[in-house]
């Protein structure tokens, strides 16, 4: 006998039992091969599609009190987690320090004390607002991933750029928030951190870039820059850039393998090359090690040697009011 469809309400992403009652769906037809189970109340159906919100809306409708938090309040905002962090999938649900902790499979129960403004509901998910989501991170995070983080969260690009995007806090909003939770765990981390968040940097592998060059003697690249031709029109948009020098810094990811992608990669070199930069193309390999190779190919390209090096850039801190703007491809 051919199973019923479920109800198009329930199959965006996770319900509750509740909800398949209110939608006159049985308990019987919820516990079929296509409908998972991750913790108790809660339903998945397997063809569900939508993102995060939608994985975990149940969770955080398990009850009035139950708020998404950590890393899967990190996931909630698309933020710049590291990897490490990514592959843990148990859903961290948190409720006021007053009531009982969440106990049930694949949750990670807290009790926490929220002061106003720092749960929000987004489409109808309770979760962390993303300031704090990013100081309870700092729990778990050593300071250079909580900068990544903080990163992702402040990131912002002018409306010139080709694809607007809108910070999710600014950094203002991230100093707030470990202002008020002096005596929180984590806190010290997220002091540490705070210094390096800068605008404009689209992924932890671009935060790792600069930061590994900021320690060095090439000083820190800036972001945000836009190089533009003759006549002021924006040409190109390096993930980071050395404007005296006319360095552009472009880091390629695994995508960037695609066929499309290169073509757009190689059409960016000429126009780069075109406008009298010099472009340097970054790969993961060039970030990792004790001795980055990423530093010598700066080098290289600024035809220097390590001896007598003086700093190149200046820190480029962004105050993110509202200047929230994103990054081409």
């Known amino acids: 006998m051919a199973r019923l469809p479920l109800p198009p309400e329930l199959l965006a992403g996770s319900f509750t039992s509740r909800d398949a009652q209110a939608a006159?769906?049985?308990?019987k037809r919820t516990r079929r091969p296509d409908v998972y189970v991750p913790?108790?109340?809660?339903?998945?159906?397997a063809a569900a599609t939508d993102g995060p919100?939608?994985?975990?809306?149940?969770?955080?409708?398990?009850?009035?009190?139950?708020?998404?938090?950590?890393?899967?309040?990190?996931?909630?905002?698309?933020?710049?987690?590291?990897?490490?962090?990514?592959?843990?999938?148990?859903?961290?649900?948190?409720?006021?320090?007053?009531?009982?902790?969440?106990?049930?499979?694949?949750?990670?129960?807290?009790?926490?004390?929220f002061l106003p403004g720092e749960v929000v509901v987004v489409n109808g998910v309770?979760?962390?607002s993303p300031a704090r989501t990013w100081l309870d991170l700092a729990a778990v995070l050593t300071p250079d991933e909580l900068v990544a983080a903080g990163d992702?969260?402040?990131?912002?690009?002018?409306?010139?750029?080709?694809?607007?995007r809108i910070a999710l806090a600014t950094l203002a909003d991230l100093e707030r928030m470990v202002a008020a939770h002096p005596g929180m765990r984590g806190v010290r981390t997220a002091r540490a951190a705070l210094p390096d968040i800068r605008v404009g940097s689209?992924?932890?592998?671009?935060?790792?870039?600069?930061?590994?060059?900021?320690?060095?003697?090439?000083?820190?690249?800036?972001?945000?820059?836009?190089?533009?031709d003759t006549w002021g029109r924006a040409r190109v948009w390096p993930d980071a850039a050395y404007p005296e020098h006319r360095i552009s810094l472009q880091y390629d990811g695994a995508h960037h393998a695609d066929p499309g992608q290169l073509q757009l990669d190689i059409r960016r070199l000429a126009a780069t090359e075109g406008l009298g930069w010099k472009e340097v193309r970054v790969f993961k390999e060039d970030l990792d090690g004790e001795r980055p190779f990423v530093v010598e190919k700066v080098r290289a390209a600024l035809g220097r040697h390590s001896a007598g090096e003086r700093t190149l850039g200046a820190p480029n801190r962004v105050d993110s009011g509202p200047q929230v703007y994103v990054r081409a491809m």
């Open 24 to 27: 006159g769906v049985s308990r």
């Open 39 to 45: 913790s108790r109340g809660v339903r998945v159906p």
């Open 53 to 113: 919100a939608a994985s975990l809306r149940a969770f955080s409708a398990l009850d009035g009190e139950s708020t998404i938090t950590h890393h899967s309040g990190g996931r909630f905002w698309a933020m710049g987690l590291p990897g490490w962090l990514e592959e843990d999938w148990r859903i961290h649900v948190a409720r006021e320090r007053d009531s009982s902790k969440p106990r049930r499979r694949n949750v990670v129960g807290h009790r926490l004390t």
């Open 126 to 128: 309770r979760v962390t």
């Open 152 to 164: 992702s969260i402040v990131v912002a690009h002018g409306p010139e750029f080709p694809v607007p």
């Open 202 to 228: 689209d992924s932890p592998q671009e935060t790792k870039m600069r930061l590994i060059l900021s320690r060095t003697g090439l000083g820190e690249p800036l972001l945000n820059h836009v190089i533009r």
